[in-house]
C-alpha cells in the first residue's frame, strides 16, 4: 500500500486506505512512446489530488463496481477525465477495476474543449465497451507478444486507436449536466475543514466547534463530510492524522519515535493510539519504524 501510494506521485494524487489487512492490489502498466496505460485493481480509499500540468488522464471503468465518488459527485459507470489542477477528492468504499491513460493534453478538438478539472463523460454502450476491449488487448498482446509492440509502427497504430477512440467516447457522451450547487459547496466545507485540522494536529477540534470556524451548522457539516468523504468529520480527521504518522513513520528525519510522532498528531493516549492504527494498517507503529529503519540502512 506504501508503494502504491508513491507510485501516484507522477500525478499528484495520494491514496489513504480505509481498511485494514489483506489488500489486493494489482498494476500493470504499458509505456508507449506519446501515452502511459495502466490497469489497476484498487482497494477502498480516499484519493486526493490530481496535478496534471499540460496532461490529462483518462480514467476508464473495467468493471461494474460502481459506488465510487468524486467531490461528492456519484461516477457510478462514467468514464473520468483529469486535466490540469482537478483538486478533487475521490472516495471509493470498495475496490475497483480501473484502466488509467495518460498523455500529454492534445492542441486537436476535442481535448481543449473540456477546460481544467475533472469531467464524467457518459458514452454510448457500444463505444465504452469498443474502448475497454481496445485497452485489455493492448495489454493481452503487451504481456503474450511483447516483441508486437517493439515496431515503431505497431506503437503508432495502438497509440492511434486508443486516441479515436476515447475521441469517440468524448464525442458520443451524453451529458450529466453542470455539479449540483450543493456538491459544489460541501467540497469547499471539507475542503475548509480539512485546511483547519491541518494548520494544528495536536488539537483534536470537536465537530461543533470545526463547524463555527467553517461556519457552517454541525448538521451541514456532517452531511459535507458524509457526501464528500464518506464519513463523519471526526473519522476523516483520524484517518488524516494515521495516514500522515505513517508518513512520518516511514520518511520522517532519522531521530524520531513513535511517541513523537504520535503527539505531534494530537495522539496523546499511546496505547489507543497503537490500537487505533494497527486497526487501520494492519500492524503496530513501531513495526512501520522499525521496517523503515531497517531499509535505510
Same mark, same amino acid.
Not at 489530488?49 to 463496481?65: E, F, I, R
Not at 467553517?214 to 463523519?232: D, E, K
Not at 524520531?256 to 493516549?269: D, E
Given at each position: 500500500m506504501d508503494h502504491f501510494d508513491e507510485s501516484e506521485r507522477y500525478a499528484g494524487a495520494s491514496s489513504m486506505p480505509l481498511s485494514a489487512g489483506a489488500t489486493a492490489i494489482m498494476r500493470a502498466r504499458l509505456c508507449l512512446p506519446a501515452l502511459t496505460v495502466s490497469l489497476l485493481r484498487t482497494f477502498p480509499r480516499i484519493i486526493r489530488g490530481y496535478q496534471l500540468t499540460h496532461a490529462v488522464a483518462v480514467v476508464v471503468p473495467m468493471d461494474h463496481v460502481t459506488s465510487a465518488r468524486i467531490n461528492g459527485q456519484t461516477i457510478g459507470s462514467s468514464v473520468l477525465i483529469l486535466?490540469? @489542477?482537478?483538486?478533487?477528492?475521490?472516495?471509493?468504499?470498495?475496490?475497483? %477495476?480501473?484502466?488509467?491513460?495518460?498523455?500529454?493534453?492534445?492542441? =486537436?478538438?476535442?481535448?481543449?474543449?473540456?477546460?481544467?478539472?475533472?469531467? %464524467?463523460?457518459?458514452?454510448?454502450?457500444?463505444?465504452?465497451?469498443?474502448? =475497454?476491449?481496445?485497452?485489455?488487448?493492448?495489454?493481452?498482446?503487451?504481456?503474450? @507478444?511483447?516483441?508486437?509492440?517493439?515496431?515503431?509502427?505497431?506503437?503508432?497504430?495502438?497509440?492511434?486507436?486508443?486516441?479515436?477512440?476515447?475521441?469517440?467516447?468524448? !464525442?458520443?457522451?451524453?451529458?450529466?449536466?453542470?455539479?449540483?450547487?450543493?456538491? @459544489?459547496?460541501?467540497? =469547499?466545507?471539507?475542503?475548509?475543514?480539512?485546511?483547519?485540522?491541518?494548520? @494544528?494536529?495536536?488539537?483534536?477540534?470537536?465537530?461543533?466547534?470545526?463547524?463555527?470556524?467553517?461556519?457552517?451548522?454541525? =448538521?451541514?457539516?456532517?452531511?459535507?463530510?458524509?457526501?464528500?468523504? !464518506?464519513?463523519s468529520p471526526h473519522r476523516y480527521s483520524r484517518v488524516l492524522r494515521l495516514w500522515s504518522v505513517r508518513r512520518q513513520l516511514r520518511i520522517g528525519p532519522g531521530r524520531r519515535s513513535v511517541k513523537s510522532c504520535a503527539i505531534a498528531h494530537g495522539f496523546w493516549h499511546l496505547s489507543e493510539f497503537a490500537a487505533s492504527y494497527r486497526a487501520a494498517f494492519g500492524e503496530l507503529p513501531s513495526e512501520t519504524l522499525h521496517r523503515s529503519m531497517r531499509e535505510r540502512v
Amino acid at each position: 500500500m506504501d508503494h502504491f501510494d508513491e507510485s501516484e506521485r507522477y500525478a499528484g494524487a495520494s491514496s489513504m486506505p480505509l481498511s485494514a489487512g489483506a489488500t489486493a492490489i494489482m498494476r500493470a502498466r504499458l509505456c508507449l512512446p506519446a501515452l502511459t496505460v495502466s490497469l489497476l485493481r484498487t482497494f477502498p480509499r480516499i484519493i486526493r489530488g490530481y496535478q496534471l500540468t499540460h496532461a490529462v488522464a483518462v480514467v476508464v471503468p473495467m468493471d461494474h463496481v460502481t459506488s465510487a465518488r468524486i467531490n461528492g459527485q456519484t461516477i457510478g459507470s462514467s468514464v473520468l477525465i483529469l486535466t490540469g @489542477d482537478s483538486d478533487c477528492l475521490v472516495y471509493e468504499p470498495e475496490g475497483r %477495476l480501473i484502466a488509467v491513460i495518460y498523455f500529454a493534453l492534445p492542441h =486537436r478538438e476535442p481535448w481543449p474543449q473540456l477546460g481544467e478539472g475533472y469531467h %464524467l463523460l457518459n458514452p454510448a454502450s457500444n463505444v465504452l465497451a469498443s474502448l =475497454r476491449g481496445l485497452i485489455s488487448n493492448t495489454l493481452e498482446i503487451a504481456a503474450h @507478444d511483447p516483441g508486437f509492440l517493439n515496431e515503431p509502427a505497431s506503437r503508432a497504430i495502438v497509440e492511434q486507436s486508443l486516441r479515436s477512440k476515447m475521441e469517440a467516447a468524448i !464525442g458520443t457522451s451524453v451529458g450529466g449536466g453542470p455539479v449540483p450547487s450543493t456538491t @459544489d459547496g460541501y467540497r =469547499r466545507i471539507v475542503a475548509d475543514m480539512e485546511k483547519l485540522i491541518r494548520h @494544528d494536529l495536536t488539537i483534536w477540534h470537536k465537530t461543533t466547534e470545526l463547524a463555527r470556524q467553517v461556519g457552517v451548522s454541525v =448538521r451541514t457539516l456532517q452531511s459535507a463530510a458524509q457526501a464528500i468523504c !464518506g464519513m463523519s468529520p471526526h473519522r476523516y480527521s483520524r484517518v488524516l492524522r494515521l495516514w500522515s504518522v505513517r508518513r512520518q513513520l516511514r520518511i520522517g528525519p532519522g531521530r524520531r519515535s513513535v511517541k513523537s510522532c504520535a503527539i505531534a498528531h494530537g495522539f496523546w493516549h499511546l496505547s489507543e493510539f497503537a490500537a487505533s492504527y494497527r486497526a487501520a494498517f494492519g500492524e503496530l507503529p513501531s513495526e512501520t519504524l522499525h521496517r523503515s529503519m531497517r531499509e535505510r540502512v
